[in-house]
């Protein structure tokens, strides 16, 4: 299973820093970045939803697969 660069089991969105990010890579090469606070709200997504329960939800909006080929949370990148 994958796992973050940062090192911390299981975090909520809550405990996620202003300056990280979720990063998603599906097998077809499309790849996003997304802030956590522009999930909360959505989908049933709140602040204390688990970031790695996301994962198996997570459908790629090209090809419609999942779940992702990978799934890691990294700091923002200017
Ligand atoms: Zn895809």
Redesign the pocket.
């Known amino acids: 299973m994958g796992r973050s660069f940062i090192d911390r089991t299981d975090p909520t969105f809550d405990d996620l820093g202003r300056r990280e990010v979720i990063n998603v890579r599906?097998?077809?090469?499309?790849e996003v970045q997304i802030a956590p606070y522009q999930l909360i709200g959505q989908h049933g997504i709140q602040k204390h939803t688990k970031v790695w329960s996301l994962r198996d939800r997570f459908r790629?909006?090209?090809?419609?697969?999942r779940p992702?080929a990978d799934f890691w949370v990294a700091k923002w990148q200017d």
Do not use: D, E, L, V
Not at 26 to 30: A, E, I, K, V, Y
Not at 60 to 65: G, N
């Open positions: 599906c097998n077809c090469g499309r790629c909006t090209k090809c419609r697969r992702p």
